[in-house]
């Protein structure tokens, strides 16, 4: 495997599940990113993790919980979640936090709420 | 604070018709910035990026030209393919985490 990998890529769940979202970089890369994109909106950060310590938390509900085991894998835990949390959830990983430092992307898991 | 501004799409070409999307950014300092390309059903894949003014970056026939004087970031390819058809985001990025991507153009090409 290379790059950025998510699993599982598509879900769907009842407003009472709960679901785990995961992600893998095979990148080396010390920084991961949880973002949301919506139809209609531009591309919203959740969270940012470095060196498995969060650094950002973009006001985020608290029904979506990451998790950063360590600087190679990261999690997104949803539970009890609505309708309007269907969305594109993307993870990214990246060296740092330099401007020349790239984010590179995963190919995404497509969530449903029923 | 940082913004990115892309023409408004949708944009529906021919086969082998010039493209031009046009992007401009708003920050303060010395940003860098990117390209991003979303085929249909996948997340984002880089397509190209420049660190500073004047750099220019290519990939897969695609250029841009990073433009202090004009903010400007245009993407352009002289001959578009069917398989060129996907959301093309403008993004920048300063010194954080953050990457500020603009709205997304979505470019369809007819054969």
């Known amino acids: 495997e290379t790059g950025v990998t998510q699993t599982p890529r598509h879900l769907v769940m009842g407003m009472t599940n709960k679901k785990s979202l995961k992600c893998e970089q095979h990148?080396?890369?010390?920084?991961m990113y949880w973002y949301k994109q919506s139809a209609k909106k531009p591309l919203e950060l959740m969270f940012v993790?470095?060196?498995?310590?969060?650094?950002e938390n973009n006001s985020v509900p608290s029904r979506f919980s990451p998790e950063c085991p360590n600087s190679s894998h990261l999690f997104l835990h949803l539970h009890t979640l609505q309708p309007e949390d269907s969305a594109l959830y993307l993870c990214?990983?990246?060296?740092?936090?330099?401007?020349?430092?790239?984010?590179?992307f995963g190919p995404g898991t497509r969530l449903t709420v029923l | 604070g940082n913004s990115v501004t892309q023409m408004e799409g949708p944009v529906t070409l021919s086969e082998e018709a010039f493209l031009t999307i046009n992007c401009t950014y708003t920050?303060?300092?010395?940003?860098?910035l990117f390209w991003y390309v979303q085929y249909p059903g996948e997340g984002l894949q880089l397509l190209l990026k420049?660190?500073?003014?004047?750099d220019k970056g290519s990939n897969k026939g695609f250029e841009a030209t990073y433009r202090k004087e004009t903010t400007s970031f245009h993407l352009e390819k002289g001959s578009v393919q069917v398989s060129d058809s996907a959301v093309y985001f403008c993004?920048?990025?300063?010194?954080?985490?953050?990457?500020?991507f603009g709205a997304g153009t979505t470019v369809t090409v007819r054969a």
């Open positions: 993790y470095s060196l498995e310590e969060r650094v």
């Open positions: 990214a990983s990246s060296q740092g936090r330099g401007s020349t430092d790239t984010q590179y």
């Open positions: 990148l080396g890369h010390n920084a």
């Open positions: 420049a660190t500073k003014a004047d």
């Open positions: 993004a920048l990025k300063r010194d954080d985490y953050k990457l500020s």
């Open positions: 920050a303060t300092g010395y940003p860098s």
